[in-house]
């Protein structure tokens, strides 16, 4: 019960406006460094969080977090944590200048390189592409279309794009 109202706090004072965020932020990667399942709720509070007024992007978090000692693209659970949790943040991820698409091309290129299985789970946050209004769908579409392309694409991934595109059922 304490780990969930501490991990509550967390949430929410990484979705305020509050300067010490980024001081506790620290302090909690220091007392967590050792307890994976901490380390990743923690990347994932990051990459779920909302922009505050005179701050960098989430993004630009969560790509620093990816150079971080806490991240590996080697291991699934922090993809998880931080890409698909960033993929699924839907104010940061859908921005209209298509960062976080361009974003999740360069993470499906980088992880069908290392781990198939995992690309493959990032490639179906496009899944319902059609869905989304007509200047978002088309940056999905395009990069869906040169996620295509990739040279050495996995099977699995060939086939969740191709059934994303509509070129198989």
Request: aromatic share 8%; with cysteine.
């Amino acid at each position: 019960a304490k780990l969930n109202v501490l991990l509550g706090a967390v949430h929410v004072i990484v979705n305020s406006a509050s300067p010490a965020k980024f001081d506790m932020l620290l302090e909690a990667a220091s007392a967590w460094k050792d307890v994976p399942v901490l380390v990743n709720k923690w990347l994932t509070v990051q990459a779920s969080a909302a922009s505050q007024p005179g701050e960098a992007p989430v993004l630009d978090r969560v790509k620093a977090l990816m150079n971080s000692p806490a991240f590996s693209l080697a291991n699934p659970n922090n993809v998880y944590a931080l890409v698909l949790a960033f993929c699924n943040n839907g104010a940061e991820f859908h921005k209209t200048d298509g960062s976080g698409y361009r974003f999740w091309l360069e993470s499906l290129e980088r992880l069908c390189k290392v781990n198939s299985y995992v690309a493959a789970r990032l490639a179906r946050t496009l899944d319902h592409w059609k869905r989304y209004t007509p200047d978002r769908a088309r940056q999905m579409y395009q990069v869906l279309t040169k996620a295509s392309q990739i040279p050495g694409l996995p099977v699995g991934v060939q086939e969740v794009i191709d059934k994303s595109l509509g070129r198989i059922s």
